[in-house]
Structures are given as structure tokens and as C-alpha cells.
């Protein structure tokens, strides 16, 4: 049955996603970005929706009070595909950091050029790194969004050791904004690199932000801690939700979970 309902969640999911670009984010593409935001917004919802019948996999989002207003970095911890649009529904005006391959994609890439999200060339380093907080600049401080970064760069499964890049705490340092860090326990129930969806509650933490000013490596220390412990809780809860399920805990964490401190 797990099989099952993961395979129709996945069709059902890549197939809802063509039809929301066809027919609402084509013609939002001629309209005013605001609205294209709100199809991926609505999009957004409607996946979760689907995650929730289909799989039966929930998701709760707390610490919206946490939230300051203006602009912002958001940090995220990354274990699945499902936060990149689950905190599109949280955030007013977002604004991704991606590999700039995705804006050649045909029509999706083209939203994520009208949405105004900041491709990165991944192979620049130094030079991508700024012209990244260049164009972060203007879209936090002149525009009052939100940045959401993901500051390993990539999914990690739960329980690996923590690879935060010290990219973030650049852009932290140049922009002069909060910073608001967000664990979370996804990797659990949507495993990367897998089809399989599992049931249960994915949770969501948005905790206290970090004001600016602080050292770049005293940033960056905090902001590992403060993610890094919260999403040790929420890993906790999660694997015990599976196991009450009868489903296994560990299935999806990685092959060396970390020693707990």
C-alpha cells in the first residue's frame, strides 16, 4: 500500500505541476509578477493538498510569529524537495538562490525569470558569490523580500553531519538583515533520491531570528547550532511517529547518524 500511494502521489504531483504552468502560470507570465507568485502559491497548496490525501503525509508549519517584517534571509535546513515550495506559502514575497540551468528550462524557467529568483553559476565561486549579493541587495533592502537559502547547498539526509557553506554568512555580513533559521524533519516522510512518501506529520520550525551585525563566524556557528538542534528534536518526534506506524525509523536517515551531544 506504501508502494502504491507513493507512486499515484508522484504521478499525480508531476502532473498537477504541468497543468498549474499551462494553464494559470502561461498566461500570469503577461501579468504583473505578484500574480505569478500567487499561481505558485496556489500550486503550492495544492501539492500539499495532494501529499495529505494521496500519501497521507501531513505537514505543520509553527514560529509564523517569529517573522519580522522587510526583508529578511531565510535558512533553511534541506532534506527534501517538498520546503522549496512549502515556504513559498509562508513568505509574502520569497526570492530563491538557484543554479542558473533551471532558468533554461522552457516555461518554468521563464517564471523563475519573472518571479525575479537569482541564478548562480555554481562553477564562479568567487565571482558568482557576488554578483549574488549584489542582486540580494536589491531585492531585500529595495524590494523588502525575503531571501530563502539553503545553507548546505544541497538535500542532506537526516541525521548526516551538518555541511553548512559559508556563503550565507557573506551575504549576511553584506546585507546588514536578520536572519531567520528554520528546521525541519521532511527527509523522513519525502526521502531524497526515492519515490517512496511516507505517512505521518512533517514539521516545520521557524525559530527566533538571528539580528544582524554579528561576525561572520559567530554568525555562522550560531546559525548551524540553532537549526542543527531544533531539527535533532524534530528528527526525534518524526522517527518516533514512524515507528508507531510500525514503519522503520532509520529507513531514510543517513547510514551514520550523528551522536547526539
Known sequence: MLVLRSLLFNVLFYLNLVVWLIVAAMPALLLPKRMLLAVAVAWAHSSLWLMKVVA????????????????????????????????????????????????????????????????????GKARALAQVTKRAKTELRENGRQLLIFPEGTRRAPGAPPAYKFGVAHIYGELG???????????????????????????IEILPPIAPGLDKAVFHALLQERIETTSDRLLALGRAELAALGLDPLATTADTPRQQS
Open 177 to 203: 538583515l536578520p536572519c531567520v533559521p528554520v528546521a525541519l524533519n521532511s527527509g523522513l516522510y519525502w526521502p531524497r533520491r526515492k519515490f517512496l512518501r511516507r505517512p505521518g506529520t512533517i514539521r
Open 56 to 123: 497521507g503525509t501531513e505537514y505543520e508549519i509553527v514560529g509564523r510569529e517569529n517573522i519580522p517584517s522587510g526583508g529578511m534571509i531565510v535558512a533553511s535546513k534541506h532534506q527534501s524537495f517538498l520546503e522549496t515550495f512549502a515556504l513559498v506559502t509562508v513568505f509574502h514575497d520569497p526570492v530563491f538562490i538557484l543554479k542558473r540551468e533551471l532558468t533554461w528550462i522552457p516555461l518554468f524557467g521563464w517564471c523563475l525569470i519573472k518571479m525575479r529568483m537569482i541564478p548562480v553559476d555554481r562553477g
